[in-house]
T-cell receptor, first 111, second 111 residues
Framework: GEDVEQSLFLSVREGDSSVINCTYTDSSSTYLYWYKQEPGAGLQLLTYIFSNMDMKQDQRLTVLLNKKDKHLSLRIADTQTGDSAIYFCAEPYSGNTPLVFGKGTRLSVIA | DTAVSQTPKYLVTQMGNDKSIKCEQNLGHDTMYWYKQDSKKFLKIMFSYNNKELIINETVPNRFSPKSPDKAHLNLHINSLELGDSAVYFC??????????FGNGTRLTVT
């Protein structure tokens, strides 16, 4: 995977749903990942989806995968101020584990 | 605590100096990485080591030299530091097929 694209900014009101979108390039990717980076901190794995799945739900998080369009999305239900962070989509580098990251979407939650 | 730990957390130095950043993981992983995050938060892989062997070396100036004394350590030495080297450097580790675990980053400022 060479290019992972994400929009850079998203602003939502507290309690609304957030949807962060990502497009990737490598159709052979076995896993696709979402990482979260809070200010001044490292990257934490938020969730991931195996390429043979269309959807994965984990509490307030829903990941949707459209392999045909190479489109990945992360939905956060009932967004809270603590969700404010940068969210990175990532796919493996050349089929191995090293990850290629998108440029990150900065989510701002307005109280 | 099981983790990927980097030292120092902050590093301020002058142009032309040589500095090192250390990384250790106690997760039993066999592969370690260095990523660079620039001021726009873009993350790019620099190096990858598997069982002490270099397997990925992206287009990085040869002033940057990684060293892996054993599977649990991957240090980054930088010679003749330049202003453009200012960034946050993240160490990460994994075992094949698993997501990356990141350290908390080293913020390098070159003045």
């Amino acid at each position: 995977g060479e290019d992972v694209e994400q929009s850079l900014f998203l602003s939502v009101r507290e309690g609304d749903s957030s949807v962060i979108n990502c497009t990737y390039t490598d159709s052979s990717s076995t896993y696709l990942y979402w990482y979260k980076q809070e200010p001044g901190a490292g990257l934490q794995l938020l969730t991931y989806i195996f390429s043979n799945m269309d959807m994965k739900q984990d509490q307030r998080l829903t990941v949707l995968l459209n392999k045909k369009d190479k489109h990945l999305s992360l939905r956060i239900a009932d967004t809270q101020t603590g969700d404010s962070a940068i969210y990175f989509c990532a796919e493996p580098y050349s089929g191995n584990t090293p990850l290629v990251f998108g440029k990150g979407t900065r989510l701002s939650v307005i109280a | 605590d099981t983790a990927v730990s980097q030292t120092p957390k902050y590093l301020v130095t002058q142009m032309g100096n040589d500095k090192s950043i250390k990384c250790e993981q106690n997760l039993g992983h066999d592969t370690m990485y260095w990523y660079k995050q620039d001021s726009k938060k873009f993350l790019k892989i620099m190096f990858s080591y598997n069982n002490k062997e270099l397997i990925i070396n992206e287009t990085v100036p040869n002033r940057f030299s990684p060293k892996s004394p054993d599977k649990a350590h991957l240090n980054l030495h930088i010679n003749s530091l330049e202003l453009g080297d200012s960034a946050v450097y993240f160490c990460a580790s994994t075992v094949t097929g698993s997501p990356l675990h990141f350290g908390n980053g080293t913020r390098l400022t070159v003045t």
